[in-house]
Every structure is written in C-alpha cells, then in structure tokens.
C-alpha cells in the first residue's frame, strides 16, 4: 500500500468533512491536504478510516508536533533562562535581541523558544544561523539532547532546500546563507520559520562582512516570522547596522550607535546565581619592552609608560611576540598555575590566543619546550582537521591548545581553567568572547570547594581596560554577597565599598606555585594523584574524596603506578548523536550497497535500465518511495533492506531486477 492517498479516497474524505478543515472549520482549499491520522511513518494505513483533510496550515502544525519529542526532564532550566523565556513571551514581537555572558546557556535558552513555538503551532521550521563549522556542529548535538532534530542544509534534484519529515529545522552558517540567500527566502517564505541568528555581532565586525552577511541576511530571512539574535557582548555597529537589530545612541559617545537588547544577562548576573559561571582571576605581566619605530629609533619602554596609540600599538606587538622573553616566562607561569589547578581539577587544560597562525605555531614549539607534551594546535591552515582537533580536545586529557580565533567564541570547553592572552586585538567583543572560555561552570567538577578561573594578560592600558570592565562587576557580585554575609551574621558595615574594590584589585595578582598535597604525613606529586583520580573515577562515593586521600589508599594497598596507558585512558562518555549524523552514515551505506549491486549485476549480466546505472537504481526507489535527500532515516532503512535484496538476488542471477529497476 502506497504512502499517498488516489483521487477516489481523497474525494471520499473531502464529503465525509463536509468541504471544511477537519481541525479548524475553514472551508477547504483547493490545495487541502489528505491527511493520516496515525502518521505513515508509523505504519498507519493510507485508507480512507486512517484519514483527515486538513487545510495546509493545520497539516503543517500538526506535523511539527508529531516529529517533537517530550523536553527531556534531565534538561532543566538555570533561573534566568526562565526569566528571558517568559520576557520573550511577553514582548511577542519579530526581532528579539539576547545578550548573555559567555557559558550562561544561551543555545539552550534558544532551544527552549524554538521548542515552545514549534508545539504551539506558531512555527513549522526553525534555521540556526551561526559563524563557524565547528559550532554548527556543537548546534546539532546541543538541539538533540532536548529531542530537537536539526540537519545541515542540503539540496534535491531542483535546487531547493531539502529537509526530510524527522527534521524540524537546519543549521547552516553566515558564509553559506551569503551564497544560498535566494533559497533560504524562498524556505522561509513557504514554512512559518523561526530563524535563530548566534553571535550576530559578527556581521559588524568589518565592512565587507556587514556588507556580504548583513545584506544576505536581511534578503534570506525577511520573510520569517520570527528573529532571535544572540550575543556574548553588546556590540555596536558605526556605519553598517546589521538588519534587525534595534540600536540606540552610545551614553559615552551618542555619535556611535549601540545595540539595544531586549534581555541581558551579565558576568556579574551569572556569578550571583552561582554554578553559571567560575570567577575569573587576571595576573597582570608587565617588563621592559624593545623595539624600533618606523625611523630605526630603538624605544624601550614598560606598559606604565605613557605613550601615544602607535607607540602603545608597538609595544604590545612587541610583549606578544612569540620569540621573546616576555611570552615564554608567562607561559611558564601559566603553565605552572595549570600543573596547581589539576592538583584537584585532574582533567582542567589551558588554551592559548595567538594574534596569527605563524605566531600558534611558534607559541606551540615554546609550549612543548615547557611543558614536555605536544600542545593540541587549532588553525584554519590545517582545515577540517582543526575542528576534530579541538573535538578530541574537548574529550580528552591534553593540558593545552593554541589557537587563533577558532576557540575565541561558541566553543564549549568547559575544562578549561586557565588561559593566555597573545594577541593585539583590543575590542572588546572579541576580548569578553575570549574570555568565555574559561568561566563556563563544569558541572561534572561541582564537587569542588571551587573553580576559579585564571587568564594571563599583558598589562596594556587598553587590556586592562577592558580587565577592569570585567572587575567592576566581580567587585559589585562581591559587595552583595559580603552585604548578605554580615546581616546573617550581625557583623558592623566597613567604612567604605572602596576598600573592597582595592582589596579584590590587589588579590587577582597574587599567583601560587603548589605543585603537590600533603596528608598524613606523605606528600603526593601531581601526576600520581592524576593517576589515583582515574582509578576511582567509576566508583560511586568518591566524588567529593581530595586526590591526596585516593592516593594514600592506594599506597596502603600497596598498588603501583597505574602507567602510561592508564593515564591516557578517559571516562568522558560521548554526548547522544544527533540524528543528522546517523542520516550521513545511512546515506554512506545506501551508496555503498547501490556501488555492489552495480558491480554485481555486470559480472552476472544483469541488464540495468539508463545510462548511468547507480542512478537508474536510486530512481526506482525515489518514484515509489522518497529520493535519500528528502528520506527520513527509518526510510533510509527501508531502502538500505530493499538494496541487500536486491543484492542478494543479483548473486543468484535474477534477471528479473531489469524489470524491477525500470
């Protein structure tokens, strides 16, 4: 029995509804759908008792509900998520601008609109739009874990956006919406479409990308009927707004526009609710600097001596550089507050911003100089390779990678604990999205008394700048927090809140180099506490145990070094797959079994109909059934059965498959 209903049953629906939509009573246009109550998919029968007509809207909302699962109960919301939730709801208008701290849940906050839009009917497509490929990536796995099934963007036979019926929506990135706009509006004009814009701050970062993505952006989703934008920071925009944001004149400065968000949530926000964000220490570095101007005069010169912006530029240029002084002793500091870090935390790493990729490379050699062990190196020279190092990162126990902007944004690592700041980019944008690797919460790790996070930078005045941006709001969580302290505890009001600014400035430049635990009388080196953290970390109960105190039972027990093999092994289990991967790997097997079956029918002269037979073959199953790019993955399975039978009659001889192919 087919999958569509024939004219005789479709006329014999249309009189049993009386002409009208059987979910909403409009009168039924001429391009109603004949409907199955019980979905096809789900071996419903395509017979006039299994079925419905439906106006087309009422068909499509139906549709988006059947392919959404529960919202997992695992997956609750964080406090503030909520409040943005119920504010989206309550301002209901097109264009809504989110601002959150970098690690405070943003892609799920987003998930949580789509999903809540999609079951009520209100849309039928969502399209995440994000910068990278690696954070396409991240987009996919994130949406399935909430049972959201997302795809990459692929196209049929004509052209069009092809996106099959277990998919409730697509990931795709700016550069490809510059390059595919006309076919994005026409997807958003036909479906009621969500259209999630990550990091939108990107489309003002230079004039030809407000140019190119601002335009290409504003042509593919003008139709949509929804637009939530997303930031890590506000942003602004001088000369080029980017479409469908609000901006408003800067306080500072009301010759420059600024981005006007309809919810923020700050660092300092995330730091009151607690397990959203780590607090954050800067260790400041700072030296004697050389260099030689554009007339060959040589200037030294430290960074608490005044100088004009060219000169200011040269000497940061000259602190970064990779070959100097200056940069190995603050690796080797950095380095040495990670080795104290995984005293407790024994998977925490470290990640290193290089201003350009020939810079990575050389920071990378003085890294392994340091440290012994070869750094992970994420660059766009290496390509695809880049996005599966920083993956294999992400899982594993490495202690650092360098990058240059590929881990600068979107990218989640939680384990990261410590960082370095070896780059001349003074904006703030990019300075806070930086930052945000290293403050996201690890809740595998809350067992800790804490997690604070450690990030070296020179001490450029414009650096510091934006460090003592970020302090102020530490500075005003701290304030509260000790306010709330003392009336639980009757204690007398300080003087002054000015004390506690300068004591909180003081503080972040204190640094520590404990490289062991003592207990009991023994003391414990890093890497045998590393190994003891290994040994219990499938056994319920030693959560909360210090590494110290797993290593003495080990030594009363009298069991040795577990080795080198054992320290490389990992108990990261890999997140849930998302459906679009196992698409990828059915439609592998689909061609993988079209290519054999070929081959077969040649050596048993087996007549194939068409001039192309791998094609002749796909053919025969897309006029019965549905083409693979349109095919959801049970269809796939379907056809990977029909193939294997084909296959296995192709080895008898069976000539009738000519007929069968035709």
Same mark, same amino acid.
């Given at each position: 029995?087919? /999958? ?5 049953? %479709?006329?014999? =629906?249309?009189? =049993?509804?009386? +002409?009208?939509?059987?979910?909403? +009573?409009?009168? $039924?246009?001429?391009?109603?759908? *004949? ?30 509900? !059947? ?45 949580? @609109? ?47 956006? &092809? ?6 929506? $697509?990931?795709? #990135? ?20 969500? @259209? ?27 139709? &949509?009927? /929804? ?24 306080? !500072? ?43 060959g005069e040589e200037r030294v010169a430290s960074f608490d001596t005044p100088l004009n912006k ?81 993956? %294999? ?9 360098? *990058? ?6 979107? @990218? ?27 403050i996201r919460w690890d809740g595998q790790w809350s067992h800790l008394d804490e997690q604070t ?9 414009? =650096? ?14 701290? &304030? ?17 809140? #000015? ?41 319920? +109960? ?55 079956? @070929? ?20 053919? *025969? ?10 095919? #959801?993955?049970?269809?796939?399975? /379907? ?6 039978? =084909? ?7 069976? %000539? ?7």
């Open positions: 029995m087919g /999958r569509r209903f024939n004219s005789q049953q %479709k006329q014999a =629906l249309f009189w =049993l509804a009386g +002409g009208r939509c059987e979910n909403c +009573g409009i009168q $039924l246009p001429d391009n109603w759908h *004949a409907d199955h109550v019980q979905p096809y998919a789900e071996d419903g029968q395509t017979d006039v008792t299994n079925g419905q007509a439906l106006c087309p809207m009422c068909n499509l909302k139906k549709g988006s509900k !059947l392919m959404l699962k529960q919202w997992p109960s695992g997956v609750v919301l964080r406090r503030w998520q909520e409040q943005f939730i119920d504010r989206y709801n309550t301002v209901d208008r097109p264009n809504f601008l989110l601002v959150a701290t970098p690690g405070a849940g943003k892609t799920t906050a987003s998930l949580k @609109v789509a999903y809540n839009l999609l079951m009520s009917g209100t849309i039928q497509r969502v399209i995440v739009v994000c910068p990278t490929d690696n954070l396409r990536t991240q987009w996919l796995h994130a949406a399935a874990k909430v049972e959201v099934q997302l795809s990459t963007m692929q196209m049929n036979w004509n052209k069009d956006i &092809a996106l099959p019926a277990d998919y409730v929506g $697509l990931v795709t #990135t700016y550069q490809q919406v510059a390059s595919k706009a006309d076919h994005l509006r026409a997807y958003t004009g036909r479906y009621n479409t969500l @259209v999630i814009l990550d990091e939108i701050h990107h489309c003002a970062e230079s004039e030809y990308l407000a140019l190119a993505w601002g335009d290409s952006i504003k042509k593919a989703f003008d139709p &949509a009927v /929804r637009r939530l934008l997303l930031s890590g920071t506000p942003f602004r925009s001088d000369n080029h707004p980017i479409p469908f944001v609000t901006y408003v004149p800067d306080p !500072l400065n009301p010759k420059v526009s600024r981005s006007k968000a309809d919810y923020t949530y700050g660092y300092g926000d995330a730091l009151k609710d607690e397990e959203v964000v780590r607090h954050i220490v800067f260790p400041g570095w700072d030296g004697k600097l050389g260099w030689s101007d554009w007339y060219t000169d200011s530029g040269h000497r940061l240029r000259t602190a970064i550089n990779p070959n100097g002084l200056f940069m190995r002793d603050m690796i080797i500091a950095a380095n040495q507050k990670l080795d104290y870090v995984r005293l407790d935390h024994t998977s925490a790493g470290g990640l290193i911003v290089a201003q350009d990729q020939s810079a990575a490379k050389t920071l990378a050699k003085v890294l392994e100089e340091v440290t012994g062990e070869k750094p992970v190196l994420a660059i766009s020279e290496i390509g695809d390779e880049a996005s599966a190092e920083i993956e %294999k990162f992400r899982k594993g126990r490495q202690k650092w990678i360098v *990058a240059v902007r590929m881990v600068s944004e979107g @990218v989640d690592i939680k384990r990261l604990r410590v960082g370095v700041y070896a780059t001349n980019v003074t904006t703030e944008t990019f300075f806070r999205q930086v930052i945000g690797r290293v996070a450690w990030f070296y930078v020179p001490e450029d005045p414009e =650096l510091t700048r934006l460090v003592n941006s970020i302090s102020e709001e530490v500075v005003h969580w701290v &304030a509260e927090k000790e306010e709330k302290d003392r009336q639980k505890s009757n204690e007398p009001r300080p003087p002054s809140s #000015t004390q506690i600014a300068m004591d909180g400035y003081e503080f972040r430049y204190a640094d520590g180099d404990e490289r062991h635990h003592r207990t009991s009388g023994e003391t414990f080196p890093m890497s045998e506490m590393d190994e003891a953290e290994l040994r219990f970390a499938n056994s319920p +109960g030693f959560e909360k145990i210090p590494s110290a105190q797993k290593a003495l039972l080990l030594r009363n027990l009298g069991i040795a070094s577990v080795g080198q093999a054992d320290s490389q092994s990992t108990t990261i289990t890999d997140d849930p797959q998302p459906e679009h991967f196992r698409k990828k790997s059915l439609g592998k097997a689909v061609n993988t079994k079209v290519g054999r079956l @070929v081959i077969l029918c040649q050596q048993n002269k087996i007549e194939i109909p068409g001039r192309n037979p791998h094609q002749a073959i796909h053919n *025969a199953w897309g006029r019965v059934n549905k083409y693979s790019h349109e095919a #959801t993955n049970d269809e796939m399975e /379907r056809k990977l059965t029909w193939l294997e039978n =084909l296959i296995s009659r192709a080895l008898k001889g069976d %000539k009738s498959i000519t007929s069968e192919l035709r």
